[in-house]
């Protein structure tokens, strides 16, 4: 409805050859602090506990007074995700049918739009599937802010390492795992709950060994650690605008012909 009528305006201000009294109107409201919706995405193996942290985070939001949705993306038929979301009453839309970094980005920009639209959300948490790559969320999002710059602004995106299973995906899906790693704004290293200081301490250094200057988080959805962290960064901080030419060129060379 907002949207709408800031859209419908525009156009109007544009046709009266105001644009510039329109910037300055639009500037005033965005430095009296009104926040822009923030597209918040995360990314990590199947399994790595995206879903049971961003319940907490979405939890942790909605205690600061933000309205929250999320969208998930699954290439399978059932989505548990959202259900499991929605059993914690948190707004969700599901995209199916490929996954949003690489098949159905453009889906990303219509759904986010739907959500603006009829639930006006604070913040949307984006969960993709497992073998997304920071890049094509990156890429994607950077599609959707472009239409409605005013309103949209993209979070850092977090890639989750599983400290329980870390090695194993290594053996398995090392190049996937990599490049998640590589090409994420802050990693966080998940389920510390679970593993002990030494064990800590070896995922942190394989972390590092593949993305030296990357910020690393450590996090629990089972003790709470590294959520009011994350909720914060998500809400207040912007995507690093990581050279994204370097990380085309890293992808051409790695998976093109
Ligand atoms: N020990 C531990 N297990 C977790 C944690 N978060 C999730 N899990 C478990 O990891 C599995 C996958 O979690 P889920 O959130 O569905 O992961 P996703 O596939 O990345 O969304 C489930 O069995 C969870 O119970 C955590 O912080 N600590
Ligand atoms: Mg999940």
């Not at 710059?149 to 870390?166: C, G």
């Not at 709950?193 to 590092?208: F, H, I, N």
């Amino acid at each position: 409805m907002v949207f709408n009528a800031l859209q419908y305006l525009e156009s109007r201000a544009v046709a009266h050859g105001a644009q510039e009294q329109w910037n300055y109107i639009i500037n005033a409201i965005e430095g009296a602090g009104v926040m822009k919706m923030r597209i918040a995405q995360v990314t990590g193996f199947l399994g790595s506990g995206k879903t049971s942290f961003l319940i907490e985070v979405a939890k942790e939001m909605s205690s600061r007074g933000l309205k929250v949705a999320t969208i998930v993306n699954d290439v399978g038929h059932i989505n548990v995700d959202r259900r499991c979301m929605e059993v914690h009453g948190i707004h969700t839309r599901e995209i199916s049918g490929g996954c949003i970094c690489c098949e159905v980005q453009g889906t990303l920009t219509t759904t986010v739009t739907n959500i603006f639209m009829s639930f006006r959300p604070d913040v949307i948490l984006v969960e993709p599937t497992g073998v997304a790559i920071p890049l094509g969320l990156r890429q994607a999002a950077a599609e959707t802010v472009k239409r409605m710059p005013k309103m949209l602004e993209q979070s850092p995106i977090i890639t989750f390492v599983d400290a329980l299973r870390i090695d194993r995906l290594m053996d398995n899906v090392r190049r996937l795992v990599e490049t998640q790693i590589v090409e994420a704004d802050v990693v966080l290293i998940n389920k510390v709950d679970a593993v002990d200081a030494l064990r800590l301490q070896c995922v942190t250094d394989m972390v590092r060994g593949i993305n030296p200057q990357v910020r690393i988080l450590y996090g629990s959805s089972r003790t709470g650690q590294g959520v009011k962290e994350v909720a914060d960064l998500m809400v207040h901080e912007k995507v690093s605008g990581q050279d994204m030419t370097e990380a085309e060129d890293r992808f051409d060379k790695e998976y093109g012909e």
